[in-house]
Each structure stands twice: as C-alpha cells, then as structure tokens.
C-alpha cells in the first residue's frame, strides 16, 4: 500500500519509528516531513500527506504531531479527507469499518510508540464494511460542496 506520512517537531521520534515499521511491513512509503527537530508549522507538513491522499498518489495517510489534534484539524480541511484522531484500537477499527477513514492523526505526547503501531496496524488492515454506513459518510461529505 502507498502511504503518506508526516510530522512536526514533536513527533520526530515517533515518525521515525512508524516509518521504519511501514516498510518493514513492504508498504511504500511518502514521507513529506518534517525531517529535524528544529520548531515547525504541523499544518505544512499535514497538507502535504493529505493532499497526496485526496489526489490518489497514496492510498492512506498517517498524520503525527504531540498531540495528534493540529494533524487532524488541518488533514480534515482538504477535500476528500476523512481523518480520525486516533488513541485506541477500538477507535481504529470502527474508523475503517464505519467511517472509511483514509487519513489517521495520533500525538506522540499521548501514546507510547508500542501502542501507537498497534493501532496503525489496526488502521491499515480493517476494511470498510460499505452498507448503511456509505449512506451516512455520503452525507457528511458532500458538506464539502456547500
């Protein structure tokens, strides 16, 4: 699977860990940055993971800052996104299943890395069950041409 991937400052580590996991796993992987510890902007590194999402160029996204809540807020702005801010499995599966999430935010300051793998893996591995639920996500995106 192609995947975007990004970060600020305060998930370097983090990122790192994730990306080094993802291609251990054979996922091709987009890393748009950050790439330093240095003080940076999450929203210029976030639009750029969910743009290549939005545009087909990846298929799924995976959004890291300190808290995950900025990665998020700015993933959800860019049109045929649906990002979920994730800190528990069962969050992570019920993303995919009901929601079709394509875009995840998690905060290095609020998960260990073990756990945040753990529901990264859940992520990328839970189909969306279509149904009833396509009806409700229909309605939810189509805000995006009001």
């Keep these: 699977m192609k995947i975007s991937l990004a970060c600020d400052h305060g998930a370097l580590a983090l990122k ?3 990306r080094k996991h993802l291609e251990d796993l054979g996922h091709e992987v987009t890393d748009f940055g950050t790439f330093t510890p240095d003080s940076c902007d999450y929203s210029d590194y976030g639009i750029l993971a969910a743009k290549a999402v939005a545009s087909g160029q990846c298929e799924r996204g995976v959004l890291l800052c300190t808290t995950g ?14 990002c979920a801010l994730l800190s528990d499995l069962m969050s992570a599966r019920l993303t ?9 935010a998690m905060g ?7 756990l945040a793998l753990e529901i990264l893996d859940v992520f990328l591995t839970t189909e969306f069950e279509g149904g ?5 996500i229909d309605k939810f995106m189509a805000l995006e041409n009001e």
């Design 16 to 18: 790192q860990a994730v």
């Design 69 to 82: 809540i900025g990665m998020s807020m700015t993933a959800n702005k860019v049109k045929g996104i649906r």
């Design 96 to 104: 995919r299943q009901h929601n079709d999430a394509n875009v995840i």
């Design 108 to 114: 290095a300051a609020v998960l260990g890395e073990k």
């Design 132 to 136: 009833r639920h396509q009806r409700r």
